[in-house]
């Protein structure tokens, strides 16, 4: 038997439909091994064809796993060209797909034959090429080795094959070509294929070649998913074998990872959101644990979960975490949308506070635990003074400023909050006071006299707290858990939110997938690079890290937007203005669009480097502004006193010791350092009157150190909309013309994280809060070579 000669094998009866270059499902690797790794997604499938009129059947089962197809082939059937015979051999099939990029690909096979006690070996190769969403070629060489000659004889076999997708997935043009070794060009087999996709994500394919063959094949999905995401597929099919005489008719069941957006099935699983401990804006990969959650993937995982047809509802669970102001106005806002969308959110409260409580009030349900009293009371700010500290030690701080509201190094020169800082933060308080009990009487449909008076009563119980509607259920959280049903029939129906946004989906688009890149500017803003390499250090960020990570997402051409994600109070007036300088210099030499977006504190540098021209999204709670200069150092000349230190100077000109930490600065000193700090102060305020379109007499309604939350910014000019990180990504994806799906990749991305193997006692925990603290507080000895500071007045905590 001459098996390669023949233009119909055994596998197109059991695949029917297929080409070389449409990945329509990786049980489909068999026809292009490169298949498999689109998704790397686990598979197991059967597939059975039954043959008229020979009356006789082949089974074909696979597995596919992290790119590798092992597949079991039934020969049962020998086609010839001009009938069918019943035969007896089967043939093994190994393979593996490596996708180098989003669009290109190759792969290589090996088959055994085993036909009549005869075994023959093959190895082939194949490519996968997808240039464009709307074009795709692919090419498999099969039997590319020279078996011995024997009873089964195979020849080389060349496929070929392009497909057009001029309208998205809903249909794929395909021509084929197959040829065999020393074949006539003109002898060789055309095939033609009309596929796509159509309602709840069916697939179908039409098929018709030179040899008058037809084909049909239909595939529908269903979704299983439970905790983890799965579907199970069914397709059938029919191929009319025209010289042969024949008809084929086979039904196929695949069991895959790999999820469906619109399959059919109940929604029938939740998403679990766990809030706990810090949400970092930046994930941290964990070592001996699993790394929780980043700020990111809370809000992405409720996004998708609002339009997911799999998912029933939300849970949220509450306990003791640590949030800014600004990061539970988002996770509110992304969970109302997904309440409004039809989708039930539920919230386990465990532990109360503000925050807690402020998130908890936007959902549908509010379960919260019979043994813990019940108490929201309303918002404080806390500032904390080292005077009498440094006094004790003999240190003195040094301050020269511009801004009247410029409080920073009042934490250092005075005891309580100047008459200036009191009337600033009050108007803050104020505004964010009002956005938290006016958001808490709308989304549980209770007066804001009803909120203001459970604020006045200090503690409720929690019967209490129902009765007043604050609270839906008293419950504990294995009691809401079952009963709601998250645990059916022995399975859970619950998915981690990080598990969530790492389920594989099907591959709808072909291409390279656009890329919008977020660059995260957290932290204290200093000079040069910034290495997280002391477990107690806050978080910093260097002009050279923010340059390097900008030139990365500029020059990668498969990065359509990028989006700055600020969360700092600012630092060095030089690193702030080359990260200011650096973002500009980028959209001069790259044409991409660029958002800002505000995290919980934009202020000072950290306002400084948003003053580009590019569109603002801020939360309401957003602290920001801050514009304005100060310069402070250190006089530890009483310490070296009580030390016994003595220092001698030799200096070369009038003020080559004026920054010395050893003596105070002089009158003469302090006017010329205040040049130095109005000539900063005029830079600042002049990229604010360009970048932010503010005309000059409005200025010092804006400026003057002064700060604002972002609801007050949106009215006065310094941002432009409201609304979240997903809302800025969403934007972003506007202004690059991007139409359906796109990645997002995140900048920078943090090591190992040891700090996790040091946690344990709730001392630790406490030193530890009490030392980043104070090292907050004492950031400018980590700039003591900056002449200029921008940074936020004051460390205020609001809780």
């Not at 089967?90 to 005869?118: P, V």
């Not at 998708?304 to 998912?311: K, L, P, R």
């Not at 949220?316 to 109302?336: C, G, H, M, N, S």
Request: hydrophobic fraction near 40%; proline fraction near 3%.
């Amino acid at each position: 038997m001459v098996y390669a000669e023949m233009k119909v094998q055994p596998s197109d009866g059991v695949f029917p439909g297929v080409t070389a270059s449409v990945p329509s499902l990786p049980a489909y690797s068999y026809s292009n091994p490169v298949y498999a790794d689109i998704n790397e997604g686990f598979s197991l499938q059967y597939r059975y064809a039954y043959i008229d009129p020979v009356g006789v059947g082949t089974h074909y089962v696979a597995t596919t796993f992290y790119g590798f197809t092992v597949g079991y082939n039934t020969l049962e059937i020998e086609i010839g060209d001009k009938e069918i015979t019943k035969t007896d051999g089967n043939s093994w099939y190994f393979a593996k797909g490596i996708m180098l990029t989003d669009w290109f690909g190759f792969g290589i096979l090996y088959n055994r034959y085993t036909f009549e006690d005869e075994t023959v070996k093959a190895w082939g190769y194949s490519f996968l090429l997808q240039p464009s969403k709307y074009l795709s070629f692919g090419c498999v060489i099969d039997h590319a080795n020279e078996p011995s000659p024997g009873l089964l004889t195979l020849r080389q076999r060349e496929w070929y094959s392009m497909s057009l997708r001029p309208f998205g997935n809903m249909f794929s043009l395909s021509w084929d070509i197959k040829r065999y070794e020393g074949e006539e060009w003109s002898d060789v087999l055309h095939i033609f294929t009309l596929s796509g996709m159509m309602w709840h994500d069916i697939l179908y394919a039409a098929q018709y070649d030179s040899d008058k063959n037809i084909s049909f094949s239909l595939a529908i999905p269903f979704d299983i998913s439970t905790r983890t995401g799965a579907s199970s597929i069914y397709d059938f099919g029919y191929t009319n074998f025209n010289k042969q005489e024949a008809h084929a008719y086979t039904f196929g069941i695949t069991l895959t990872e790999e999820r469906f957006r619109n399959a059919i099935g109940q929604k029938q699983r939740f998403l679990s959101i766990v809030l706990q401990e810090p949400v970092k804006e930046i994930k941290e990969r964990g070592i001996f644990e699993r790394s929780r959650a980043s700020f990111f993937e809370i809000v992405r995982s409720l996004r998708e979960a609002t339009y997911d047809e799999s998912i029933k509802g939300v849970i949220v669970q509450i306990d003791a975490p640590v949030l800014t102001f600004a990061q539970a106005q988002e996770i509110r806002e992304e969970i109302k949308r997904c309440k409004g969308n039809g989708k039930p959110v539920y919230c386990i409260v465990t532990s109360v506070g503000n925050l807690e409580y402020y998130v908890a009030s936007a959902a549908t349900k509010i379960y919260y635990t019979p043994n813990q009293p019940f108490g929201i009371t309303g918002l404080k700010a806390e500032v904390y003074f080292f005077k009498g500290l440094l006094d004790k030690v003999g240190i003195r701080f040094e301050e020269v400023k511009k801004g009247q509201y410029k409080s920073f190094g009042e934490s250092f020169t005075r005891q309580h909050i100047s008459d200036a800082a009191r009337e600033n933060l009050i108007e803050v308080l104020k505004d964010l006071n009002q956005q938290f009990i006016s958001d808490i009487a709308h989304d549980r449909n209770v007066t804001v006299e009803d909120v203001e008076e459970c604020i006045a009563s200090g503690i409720l119980t929690p019967q209490q707290a129902q009765a007043k509607g604050f609270v839906d259920v008293i419950a504990r959280p294995m009691e809401v858990l079952q009963s709601l049903g998250v645990e059916r029939y022995g399975l859970s129906y619950m998915v981690q939110c990080d598990d969530y946004v790492e389920e594989k989906m099907y591959v709808y688009d072909w291409g390279q997938k656009p890329q919008i890149a977020v660059i995260y500017v957290e932290g204290n803003i200093i000079r040069g690079i910034a290495k997280d390499n002391n477990f107690l250090s806050p978080a910093m960020i260097g002009d050279r890290n923010y340059q390097e990570y900008l030139e990365k997402v500029f020059a990668d051409k498969s990065v359509k937007a990028v989006v700055i994600r600020i969360n700092s109070g600012g630092g060095s007036a030089i690193a702030s203005d080359l990260m200011w300088h650096s973002l500009v210099a980028m959209k001069k030499r790259y044409n991409k669009p660029v958002v800002i977006s505000f995290g919980n504190m934009a202020a000072s540098g950290g306002y400084y480097i948003a003053c580009t021209g590019d569109t603002i999204f801020t939360s309401k709670s957003t602290i920001t502004g801050s514009i304005g200069v100060l310069f402070g150092k250190l006089n530890l000349e009483e310490l070296y006193a009580k030390l016994g230190i003595s220092k001698d100077t030799i200096k070369m000109s009038e003020f080559a010791d004026i920054f010395s930490e050893s003596r105070a600065m002089n009158d003469k000193e302090k006017q010329l350092i205040q040049k130095n700090v109005d000539f900063t102060y005029n830079e600042f305020i002049q990229k604010v009157e360009m970048g932010r379109n503010i005309p000059t007499e409005a200025i010092p309604q804006v400026a003057e150190g002064k700060i604002f939350t972002g609801s007050q910014a949106l009215n006065n000019g310094l941002a432009d909309t409201q609304g979240g990180l997903i809302v800025a990504l969403s934007y972003a994806a506007s202004l690059a013309n991007i139409k359906g799906e796109f990645k997002v990749i995140q900048l920078p991305e943090k090591d190992i994280d040891l700090r996790k193997i040091l946690k344990g006692t709730s001392f630790q925990t406490a030193l530890s809060d009490m030392l980043q603290y104070m090292y907050n507080m004492l950031i400018f000895e980590s700039l003591n070579k900056e002449e200029v500071l921008l940074l936020y007045p004051y460390e205020i905590v609001i809780k």
